[in-house]
């Protein structure tokens, strides 16, 4: 069908009968009225496409033409540019000189594309998670725009056909470098341009086996706009979002990437209508301890769609990040993880964290030559040498959590104890995220509970805040004042702990480690091999009591 044309109909169609997608969050329900939810312990065996080449889903992994496809994913960030009066879409403006574009015409932003993704599939990777999801919308004009890492902002409103046309050149560079590609877009939730945009982008790869994925919604716990959003909602946003895929794309699949797993409170990832789920992790501390947790009661189909150990070769060396993703991705695979994305294709220096400056597998330092000639501002990390031997790696299976499972980044002032039980059936409820806040929710903690219900939460500073949920289950919130009592001799001032606003941002790892710093390239368990006694401490102790929290209605 003509572009300008399907953009008609579908403008039409969305100013006769507004739906939102589906019903997606803009419902006006009351939160008690009763919503049926899916949740199943095991997920069914999908139906695929009967097209050759498609990537699909089966008994927890992913398939195309019956064999094992394991995505190894670079994310890869771009950004929307107006070119000669023409939209285009362009690597991001940090990729390669970090001050500047590199390029000024369609045709050298292409071949920009090319040289990347050549040196990206050279790395070890076969698929890349392209990153064009910052979409916004002006509140005095109601214009749609795109903003760039430069700052600048592209209006996307006259230009829907030439933007998907662009996007279809840059999956085309893609293809020939054999590289899949899951393509991040803006959440389509109520608003009229980006479902057009999003229908018109699923139509045009619908034909397209190098479209494996669609993520429809980047970190919700953080990127979700609504303040507190009740878990039927984000239910009905993603089956707004199903229907849409077997409409526009049934032959591909479709995520949303969650953060850590606190996105049960809102975004369920046991609920949520997806084919599978993808979570993204960062800081030794709370990687394992986070994939753990999903692997365990998600009960999905799951990726890891983003995860990194930043490094300068200073504070943090390129070996130490080297080792990092090497042991992060072999606990994936034990876990039973379908895929592995790495974060990002080069360093972010318009980033002003620590965190996000320096996570990329390609610094700006020095030039890399490709075997073609060509040549790239930057030079690779040693981390590509341990996703090269992925391949060679054969996973165990994990039974134990983490030493740090339940004080994550070794927390030491206070312990308090409590139990979980769900509602029905009276019985204790494992898996449940435990969250506290300090008074003036200033610092969160959360911890899981064990097999009988039971959950200790280590935390530096006093904390009367608390939520608690579980996957399938309600959400339950307070607020209470607790008995702190000292757990040593010592005279310790409830009032005046140490080190009081000490959160993960400003946590090393390095002195929870056993022996220390001690790292070779032969080390199997350097990175995460934390001494469980300093997980362990605390001079006051606290009993939180009872939290029952009751199970969502269930829809088969």
Not at 142 to 161: I, P, S, V
Not at 504 to 509: A, F, V
Request: charged content about 25%; overall charge negative.
């Amino acid at each position: 069908m003509n572009r300008r044309l399907f953009i008609g109909i579908l403008l039409l169609g969305i100013i006769i009968s507004f739906a939102s997608c589906g019903g997606n969050g803009n419902s006006q329900e009351n939160d008690n009225d009763t919503i049926m939810v899916f949740h199943r312990d095991v997920p069914p065996k999908q139906e695929h496409s009967d097209k050759d080449n498609f990537v699909y889903v089966e008994d927890y992994k992913f398939k195309q033409n019956g064999k094992d496809f394991f995505p190894i994913m670079l994310n890869y960030v771009v950004d929307l540019r107006n070119i000669n009066d023409e939209a285009v879409i362009s690597p991001t403006y940090y990729y390669e000189n970090p001050n500047e574009y590199e390029c000024q015409t369609k045709e050298e932003t292409y071949r920009q594309f090319s040289k990347h993704f050549k040196l990206i599939r050279s790395m070890g990777f076969n698929s890349i998670r392209l990153v064009f999801d910052r979409m916004i919308v002006e509140e005095n004009t109601g214009k749609h725009k795109y903003q760039n890492t430069n700052k600048r902002a592209f209006t996307m409103d006259e230009h829907l056909d030439e933007i998907v046309a662009s996007l279809e050149n840059v999956v085309s560079i893609a293809k020939e470098n054999d590289l899949y590609v899951m393509l991040l877009l803006a959440p389509c939730m109520g608003d009229e341009f980006i479902e057009a945009f999003t229908k018109l982008t699923l139509n045009a790869f619908s034909d397209e086996p190098y479209v494996f994925a669609y993520d429809f919604m980047n970190e919700p716990l953080y990127t979700d706009k609504k303040k507190f959003r009740p878990k039927g909602e984000a239910v009905k946003i993603t089956r707004g979002w199903r229907q849409m895929m077997n409409e526009y794309a049934p032959n591909q699949l479709f995520t949303v990437g969650c953060s850590e797993p606190l996105e049960v409170f809102e975004w369920d990832p046991s609920l949520i209508d997806v084919d599978f789920i993808q979570m993204h992790s960062y800081h030794p501390l709370r990687v394992k301890n986070e994939m753990f947790w999903y692997s365990k009661y998600v009960k999905r189909p799951w990726m890891i769609g983003e995860t990194s150990l930043p490094a300068d070769n200073d504070s943090i060396s390129y070996d130490e990040q080297r080792q990092f993703v090497k042991e992060t991705y072999q606990y994936a695979r034990d876990l039973g993880c379908m895929g592995f994305g790495f974060w990002e294709f080069q360093e972010d220096p318009t980033n002003d964290e620590f965190e996000g400056r320096y996570t990329g597998i390609m610094n700006h330092e020095g030039t890399t030559m490709l075997d073609d000639g060509n040549s790239i501002i930057g030079t690779v990390k040693p981390t590509v040498k341990e996703i090269k031997n992925f391949a060679n790696y054969i996973p165990h299976k994990v039974v134990a959590p983490p030493v740090n499972y339940r004080n994550m980044i070794g927390l030491y002032n206070i312990k308090i104890t409590g139990w979980v039980y769900d509602h029905a059936t009276s019985l204790p409820l494992e898996g449940a995220v435990f969250r506290a806040w300090t008074d003036d929710w200033g610092i969160g903690i959360n911890t899981y509970t064990d097999k009988n219900g039971e959950f200790t939460l280590y935390t530096n500073d006093i904390v009367t805040h608390f939520e608690c949920s579980a996957c399938g289950m309600s959400n339950f919130c307070m607020t209470k004042n607790l008995t702190y009592t000292p757990a040593t001799s010592e005279n310790y001032d409830i009032n005046n702990l140490p080190e009081k606003w000490l959160d993960y941002h400003h946590r090393s790892y390095t002195p929870l480690l056993k022996d220390g710093l001690n790292l070779t390239e032969k080390s199997t368990n350097y990175i995460f091999n934390f001494d469980e006694e300093k997980f362990q401490q605390y001079k006051f102790t606290a009993d939180f009591g009872l939290f029952v929290i009751e199970k969502m209605p269930i829809c088969d």
